[in-house]
């Protein structure tokens, strides 16, 4: 009943101000400064209301984070969107999800939607979980100590990222809750807000830049969203019906 009314409290957050202007429950922080003079991106409010995030220099990566959905489930998801200014060219963002294995390993969950052919069009920053659940995943973020158990079972005690053979889709990971660490977990590559007087995580995050030469642009975005499945805002919708009954 407590992870009810807290979903249904985060579904009521979501759908209520998701869509405010200054996109109420997101916060644009910066993951890792460039790798040569620890310089950090930029990120600024852009006159159209969108944010800009500026990748210059080769390392330097950026976030657009929530904790809205944490608590829920990977397969909770019905859609991700947000949208980019074409004016504005770049690979990229992509999304990264925060997740535990339920025994005390996390990892992050990522798919470049930018860089596979499993994406097309606008559905790279606009899709439903019928796309996302046949998506190829990485693991990346794993603990060489703690370790993550995976779908079928095993324990890996290092992330799989792109080009690691066998890959997951993001369906065999539904049932995973997203949570991130509540301490530092991870590289210096981990959606973690690097300018934080204390750690800082978020469950839900589209990412700006990498190392690589391809991700150095300008990226002006705005409404970033995760928004629960209807089988889930059914189940939030019986939960508010509870609450009112009990006053």
Known sequence: ????MTICAVWFMVNCIASAADV?????????????????????????????FQITLAGQKAGWGTNLINGMTI????????????????????????????????????????????WTGSSAYDTTWDVLKNATTWVY???????????????TYSSLPAGTPNPFTFEEFANYIIAPPSSHWGSTGAPDDLNASTYTAYGANWVFGDTQSNYLDGYLVSSPTVVPEPATMALLALGGLLLRKRR
């Not at 644009?28 to 006159?47: C, K, L, T």
């Not at 992509?94 to 860089?115: C, K, Q, R």
């Open 75 to 118: 397969g909770d998801i019905q859609a991700i969107s947000i949208t980019r200014d074409s004016s504005v060219v770049g690979w990229g963002p992509y999304m990264n999800f925060w997740i535990t294995d339920g025994e005390g390993g996390y990892a992050v969950l990522s798919n470049e939607p930018s860089h596979t052919s499993e």
């Open 24 to 52: 109420a429950g997101w916060d644009a922080f910066v993951i890792r400064n460039s790798n040569s003079g620890d310089i950090a991106p930029v990120i600024s409010d852009h006159e159209s209301g969108g944010k800009l």
């Open 141 to 155: 973020e794993v603990d060489s100590t703690a370790g993550f158990k995976l779908p079928n079972g095993t324990t």
């Open 1 to 4: 009943m407590k992870r009810l």
